[in-house]
């Protein structure tokens, strides 16, 4: 399996998002090369959701639900937590009803 750099990989799951016209932005940009990523999805109800990179029982990247769905600044809350602790994170914000993220394509897994 090939891994891509995480700024290759958010290029990449940014346009995927717009194609079904699902607003994101980049809250933080992180390391180019291997910094970590948190997803958080706004449901635009004032809740929003964490989502972040980790292993399934088989050991294959997939991704989590790790906090949510809570109000929105204590998700704001948590993102300034691990931001503080980790100048590399990379923050993708999704503003969504529907709370649509894509993560569980499999082109966005690893």
Request: proline share 3%.
């Amino acid at each position: 399996m090939i891994r891509l750099t995480t700024g290759l990989w958010i290029s990449a799951y940014r346009r995927r998002l717009q194609s079904e016209g699902i607003h994101v932005h980049i809250m933080h940009r992180g390391n180019d090369t291997a910094g970590d990523v948190i997803v958080k999805v706004a449901t635009m109800d004032g809740q929003a959701m964490l989502w972040e990179r980790g292993w399934d029982d088989a050991g294959n990247p997939a991704w989590a639900l790790t906090v949510g769905p809570v109000a929105e600044g204590e998700a704001d809350e948590t993102v300034g937590k691990r931001r503080a602790r980790d100048r590399d994170l990379w923050v993708v914000e999704i503003e969504d009803p529907r709370g649509r993220h894509l993560l569980e394509d499999d082109a966005f897994r690893g």
